[in-house]
């Protein structure tokens, strides 16, 4: 479903991404851990289509995230912890507005947010709401279900408990397992390992632009010892 | 087609939403309209009625009694003073007049616009020629000259103007700069909002990540502020009709006396255009909104926060004041039809022309042509902005 290949993104004279290649099957959460600044973000954004690639490809869905853009946008969603959606419209308006770049319309509309409400338990009064007069965690409810209302193929989230308080991050978690479950493809983004260690199928440690360490869950698990931080911080150390 | 009217829906729907940008937008021009065009008249026209009609305080030093006299009769009163100028100045008398060596001085306040002192000497300059008349007719009979000397023909100045520059009077100037403001003060809000205001609040990227090509985009949301800049025009023309309206109403009787026998132009005017006249002012202002949206939009896009934004956007605000000092000295300058190419030049004079009835075809067709040209380019440069990652993900 997610295919990258020796993926390289460089900003100016800056290596963000230095040539990294990792591949996540249908129905797998894949964990792309790493500190912050270490290239998590510039690599779910190529995968996004957000930014152009400088070296290397990375296909989404069978499609090329450079000559496929909008074959790629249609079949992926994208979350990350400092999107917001627009604060003036209600839930339901933010939900009818993506929704109606992915031909959802009426009835097809309604049902499908009926089903990211259940999903992410948003009641329907809260829709009604403007988003600005909603919690920080029902606002992050709203940016998800608007990036699973077509119900992607791939899902992408990127820091996307960061400000979130416990139950709504308790709530985000229990989600994305059961977003996997429906056979789709994830890939989480994380510094926070106990999330990862909890959600993630298979994992990558990302430092300074490079892959350094890439496997299962359990496999990430036995070189820690069975702590996924300490082995984390030995294979950067290791790496360095 | 559907995306961008979809986006411009969102825009427009966030601003209906934001009661100070609407009360901005579309209140506020319905109210500062006929404030602005008639207030000032109103009030100095009021200033200048009362001048009239009331007595004030005239210094005087040396003035001969048949003076003082003839002061009296034009309603100021003489009062002696030591110093004149510092009189004036502390504003013990609104003006002093002063007889020394068989010649008068008179003083007055005389700088800083309209001043009630400015007033004062002119009523008693009136009351110095009277009195001049009225000597130099004494000394003519003394002699049996008639004062008919005086006068030995006759001079009548007559207004050759079209009859459309006639009377639009001061519309021709005040239409091209309204429009121009308020085409730009309408789409200001929206622009900064739907650019620099999304990258800001952290919404754009969820857009950008929709399967919506970037041109259409950026064409919902130039929809958007070219409704907003409409909305916010035709707001301010309805405050200009319909306030005017109410005031020619309300203060018939004030605005009459500040007329003072003379036509409409002097309060602002009318238009007086024929269809085609009127849908070149729409035509030329359209290509102007889409000029200016486009250059807003470029701006805002490039801007990491709204403060950013509106600092870029403010100074055009300034840019536009250059092509209306312009516009006031144009009837000194022979225009050219390449003046017409001139960017924001060219829209000023455009309209100022079809107001007056003067406008070429080829004056037209240039500005329609270039302004159109120009908003192209300034939409590419909008485009390319936009693709641009290290503008988009400036933040």
New interface residues.
Partial sequence: MIEVSNLQKT?RKFEAVKGISFAVQAGEVYGLLGPNGAGKTTTL?VL?????PTGGSAQVAGFDVVRQS??V??S???V?G????????TGY?VLD??G???DLWGPKLKERIAWAAELLHLEQPVLKK?VKDMSTGMQQKI?IA??ILHQPQVLLLDEATAGLDVFARRALLDFVKQYAELDKTLVYSTHVMSEAEEVCDRVGFIDKGSLVFEGSLKEALELGSGNLERAFIRRLEEAA | MNEILMIARKELLSVVRERRVLFTTLILPIIIMPLLMFGPILLFGNAARQTQETVQKVGVVGVPATVLEELRNAKVEPVQIANPQEAVQNREVQAALVFENGNYTLYGRLSGGATQSALVVEKVQGALRTYKDRVVADQLQARGIGTEVLEPFKVETRDASREQERAAGLFAFLIPYFLILFIQMGGMPVAVDATAGEKEKGTLEALLAAPVPLIQVLLGKGLAVFVMSLLSTLAAITGLLLGGGVFRNLFAAQLQAVQDGENSAQLGGALALDPLGYLSIILTAVLFALLIIAIMISLGLYARTFKEAQSYMSPLMLVMIIPILFLQFSDFLKLQDWYFALPFVNVMLALDSIVKGAATATQLGTTWASTLAYAGLALYLAYRNFQREDVVFRN
């Fill in positions: 900003y954004r996004a289509t957000l930014l152009k909008l074959e946008r249609r992926l969603g994208i990350n400092g999107m917001k959606v627009y604060d003036k419209l308006e507005f993506f109606s770049f992915y403007q940016v608007r990036a």
